[in-house]
């Protein structure tokens, strides 16, 4: 297989597991076709990213349970990097596309006590999420950013 073969089918799958975080449903050809085109403008690619971009956007694409981790990590610690970008780009194609627009412009019915519950639950699960990510990721990028001696400023001392 050539490279832009392998590029492609890399994309298509990274678009499959985060059409699965997003709406829990799989990417139709017309949505893996338009994700594959915003990344051929270059301004997504693998090659302006850091090390630790690079890994956040590997860890994401693993799974939905790791995209989740990895969204709710980059919100709080880095709004900026290249899979929040590359989610909201996604986010945005299936906002355009039928069926999936559907899916996102429903309104969640139910009595306020009920959709105030199911908000509160939705930030405890946040907050959880969170910090499973400190606790697994934050390390993983302070190394791969080559700041290995702040992490160790949070481990005790002996003595």
Known sequence: ??????????????????CRYLIGQEPNEYVKKKYRAAHQLG????????????????VAGIGP????????????????STVR??????????ENCAPTHAYLDSVDSGSIPLLLL?????????ALVV??????????ELMLRGNVK??????????
Do not use: H
């Open 1 to 18: 297989m050539n490279a832009p073969v392998l590029r492609d089918n890399a994309l298509d799958r990274e678009c499959a597991v985060f």
């Open 43 to 58: 301004s997504l690619q693998s090659g302006g990213q850091c090390r630790a971009d690079a890994f956040l956007v590997k």
């Open 65 to 80: 349970w790791s995209t989740k981790i990895i969204d709710a990590y980059t919100r709080i610690f880095r709004p900026f």
């Open 85 to 94: 970008k590359k989610l909201v780009l996604l986010l945005a194609i299936l």
């Open 118 to 126: 199911r908000f509160v639950n939705r930030c405890v699960i946040f």
């Open 131 to 140: 910090v499973v990510g400190v606790l697994i990721i934050l390390p993983a």
């Open 150 to 159: 702040r992490l160790f400023l949070w481990l005790p001392r002996n003595g």
